[in-house]
């Protein structure tokens, strides 16, 4: 498929996906874990030795999310975390990592725990001001980790002065766009060295697949050292997760489009709400990242925001437990809207008693508002 039309048509065509051995349209799911060679015991295709990194469905949703992504290449892993492992166990004993504060914290537990084992230097910093990232790079350092915007506090980092910071210190940026996802931000072209997507999120937008991603900007030794450990540690999405994972791309611009405009609007309605302390959400005016936003989102500011509940956390619970079409679960970026108390989920993380993470989905908007509305006491 020609690769100069625009994401939605590139997406909704799978980037050109179809079986030829049936001429479906849809591509066909190869679950065999081995493959055949001939009497001279030469492979009968040359790209498939063995499942663990030779499928031809994992391939082509990687090549589907490099295009969209603007990448020279793309994994994909069983989970997000398994991407997140993958983009740091390159580093050396005895190495140097700079990693965001207030991030999500399945990854800040796992980087704290990793470095620790590997005699790792880590340095956690606040980046709602970069000039505490300007500080830590003035020592040299091997990665910076940076996601924007940041859950659960949609924080906005400036990608294009992390990566001149990072690489003047000679660190590797990676950064989590897992809330922005690649239709709406591409750290790639902003400087960006490794970007990284947990697919289980608004890349898949079904709460059924469990998937992560990680893009490169170009071939380099530490892309090479993450590809090769992948196929030989085994961090492989299956056939049928990818399968999956390949449908749900399919209407991925479609769905971020509408979930960002169900975002702004439930977003400025809570702004303005009596029993609301505070909205955290990137496209507000008043958020404290929405300038850098405003220049490297296109599109929208995403599904996700956070809301403070005027009151204590009986007060909060009481809000959550009320809603009707905002389920009570964890996660984000599914078509249907999610809300979380997240000091039930953190406590020992310091969040807010009374914050409120919504993942909004691609319900009606008037719906939702009504169900917020009603949960709030009005």
């Known amino acids: 498929m020609r690769k100069d039309v625009k994401p939605a048509t590139w997406a909704a065509h799978a980037g050109g996906a179809t079986d030829p051995n049936s001429a479906g349209i849809v591509p066909a799911i190869q679950p065999a874990t081995t493959f055949l060679r001939d009497a001279d015991y030469e492979l009968i295709n040359s790209d498939n030795l063995y499942l663990r990194p030779h499928n031809e469905c994992v391939r082509h949703v990687e090549r589907m999310i490099a295009q969209l992504e603007g990448a020279a290449e793309t994994l994909?892993?069983?989970?997000?975390?398994?991407?997140?492992?993958?983009?740091?166990?390159?580093?050396?004993?005895?190495?140097?990592?700079?990693?965001?504060?207030?991030?999500?914290?399945g990854t800040t537990k796992w980087i704290r725990e990793f470095c620790a084992r590997r005699q790792i230097t880590l340095d956690e910093v606040e980046l709602r001001d970069l000039n505490?990232?300007?500080?830590?790079?003035?020592?040299?350092?091997?990665?910076?980790?940076?996601?924007?915007?940041?859950?659960?506090?949609?924080?906005?980092?400036?990608?294009?002065?992390?990566?001149?910071?990072?690489?003047?210190?000679?660190?590797?940026?990676?950064?989590?766009?897992?809330?922005?996802?690649?239709?709406?931000?591409?750290?790639?072209?902003?400087?960006?060295?490794?970007?990284?997507?947990?697919?289980?999120?608004?890349?898949?937008?079904?709460?059924?697949?469990?998937?992560?991603?990680?893009?490169?900007?170009?071939?380099?030794?530490?892309?090479?050292?993450?590809?090769?450990?992948?196929?030989?540690?085994g961090a492989v999405m299956g056939p049928f997760e990818a399968w999956l994972l390949l449908r749900g791309l399919r209407t991925l611009p479609l769905r971020v489009e509408r979930m960002s405009e169900n975002a702004m609007r439930i977003a400025r309605h809570l702004a303005d709400h009596p029993a609301v302390e505070d909205v955290f959400y990137p496209g507000l005016e008043t958020h404290q990242g929405h300038e850098i936003a405003k220049r490297q989102m296109q599109g929208g500011y995403g599904g996700l925001l956070s809301v403070l509940v005027k009151g204590d956390k009986e007060n909060a619970l009481r809000v959550a437990g009320r809603l009707e079409l905002f389920l009570r679960a964890t996660s984000l970026g599914g078509v249907e809207s999610l809300v979380e108390h997240r000091f039930s989920v953190e406590s020992h993380t310091g969040l807010p008693e009374n914050l409120l993470r919504l993942s909004v989905g691609i319900e009606d908007v008037g719906d939702l508002i009504a169900d917020l509305d009603q949960a709030f006491g009005q």
Not at 77 to 98: D, E, K, L, T
Not at 166 to 176: M, N
Not at 211 to 232: F, H, M, N, Y
């Open 132 to 233: 505490t990232l300007a500080e830590a790079c003035a020592t040299s350092a091997d990665l910076v980790f940076i996601e924007t915007p940041s859950n659960p506090w949609l924080v906005t980092v400036d990608v294009a002065e992390a990566a001149r910071l990072a690489h003047a210190a000679g660190a590797v940026l990676v950064v989590d766009n897992t809330a922005g996802t690649p239709v709406l931000s591409q750290p790639l072209g902003l400087g960006a060295d490794i970007v990284m997507h947990s697919a289980t999120k608004a890349m898949n937008g079904h709460s059924d697949v469990l998937g992560g991603v990680l893009s490169t900007k170009q071939e380099a030794p530490v892309w090479e050292a993450i590809r090769t450990d992948r196929a030989d540690a």
């Open 76 to 105: 994909v892993f069983p989970s997000g975390m398994a991407a997140i492992a993958a983009a740091f166990r390159w580093v050396p004993n005895g190495g140097r990592v700079i990693v965001q504060q207030g991030i999500y914290w």
